[in-house]
């Protein structure tokens, strides 16, 4: 799996997540601008002992992303789609696309790609998921479908 964070805000968010992709061998694309040096002693210490095993790609715009993989499948989430992420067929390579912690992602690209945005069910009122808990949920659900890959 491919999860990818557009302009991650938080250190220790963006560290839980790179230990979860070392932990599951899912590849993590940071999309800047990032809200955090990488060197950050929050975001290293989130990750722990981890770091060796993460496979980390930066890119400079999502747009730069999408032309490295123009055949990727991508799912976009957000609180304002219909479907949940339950209802998706998910394939090893797909990316997971996830916004920054404080706007979620641009409504331009949302619109462009509704046959593809994803959500979590919540109860009426809540606003969001911590954004380290939400990719937790929706890679899991990823992996479950697909058998755990490589995980024991």
């Excluded at 999408?66 to 304002?80: F, V």
């Excluded at 949940?84 to 998910?90: F, G, N, R, S, V």
Aim: net charge negative; with cysteine; hydrophobic share 40%.
């Amino acid at each position: 799996m491919n999860i990818v964070l557009v302009e991650p805000e938080i250190p220790g968010n963006t560290g839980n997540i790179a230990r979860l992709c070392a932990a599951t061998g899912a590849r993590l694309h940071l999309v800047r601008p990032l809200g955090f040096s990488t060197d950050d002693r929050h975001l290293k210490r989130a990750g722990l002992d981890y770091w060796h095993l993460l496979d980390l790609h930066y890119h400079d715009s999502f747009a730069a992303l999408q032309a490295k993989y123009p055949d990727g499948r991508y799912y976009y989430l957000t609180t304002k789609a219909e479907r949940a992420h339950t209802e998706m067929q998910y394939n090893p390579d797909d990316f997971l696309v996830f916004g920054k912690e404080t706007a979620g992602l641009p409504e331009p690209l949302l619109a462009a790609n509704q046959d593809t945005c994803i959500r979590i069910p919540m109860i009426d009122g809540a606003r969001s998921l911590n954004l380290s808990n939400a990719v937790a949920i929706v890679t899991y659900e990823a992996l479950r479908q697909q058998g755990y890959p490589g995980l024991r």
